[in-house]
């Protein structure tokens, strides 16, 4: 704990070049995590980001277990399991469930594939909680080229897709392609939900794509500055976890998701403070119209 504010310490561990290349990597997922974010939680899809995580494990742990680049594994696992939640959780009374079968068997096969891996047991810990020193070059190179396709994706089809999020029934009545809509934003998340594996593990990506979306959802109603206030809270939350960690050694995941815990809360207490004074000053007016009778 008496490295945790060693701030001397940290300034140095900035200076390294893996360092950087995390923060960038961070900084490039906080963009990512905040713009889709707040799709994800008008869309109520929070439970199927865990799927595709789970599933992201899983190809991780096979990639581990062949040798091959993990952040290949994590991506292909993702992007199959959000295409297998898009297709067999088409109507929205049945995606909880389907999102649930997925992840149960995701986690099983990935705990198995693991179970296989005879190498150091850092490489298996990282894929769940996340390990910065394993993003090199190669795999920035990779993150940003996804993230970029996920954005110009995301661009081209953001009118429809958050008409069809707002009122799906009226969207598909004026010939708007709702399930077509819904599974290519399925892949996107499942990319994104990859896309953070390394950084705050399998386990703990909702931190980056939910969290900060639902703190922003607490103090505005309106999309673009939701997904704006979304953005900044993912990075200070992406970036501001890799600098806590530094000094300490410990893993990046504890400290993003606490991060993300507190801007959280801090946004629900803003909006409870608004409902209270909207409250006090319309009591009074309710109070006097009795009285001018």
Sequence with gaps: MDKMFDFALTGELLGLDFVQTALLAAAVLGLVAGVLGPLVVMRRMSFAVHGTAELA???????????????LGGLAGAVIAALL?????????????????ILAFGLGMGV????FYEGRSANKFGI????????????????VGASVVVLVVLAVIYRPLLFATVDPSVAAARGVPVRLLSLIFAVLVGISSALGVQIVGALLVVSLMVTPAAAAARVTASPWKATVLSIV????????????????GKPVSAFVTTISFVIYL????????????????????ATARPALR
């Excluded at 769940?128 to 993150?143: A, P």
């Design 128 to 143: 769940l909680v996340g390990q910065i020193i394993t993003i090199d070059s190669t795999n920035l190179n990779l993150l």
């Design 266 to 285: 801090v946004c629900r207490l803003i909006a409870w403070l608004r409902g209270r004074s909207s409250r006090v000053r319309v009591e009074p007016t």
């Design 112 to 115: 198995l594939l693991l179970s």
């Design 85 to 101: 939640i898009g297709i067999l959780g088409g109507r929205e009374s049945e995606r909880d469930s389907v999102i649930g079968v």
């Design 57 to 71: 494990f899983t190809g991780a742990a096979g990639a581990l277990l062949l040798g091959v680049g993990v952040e």
């Design 233 to 248: 809270f993912a990075e200070i939350a992406a970036l501001g976890g890799i600098i806590l960690s530094l000094a300490p």
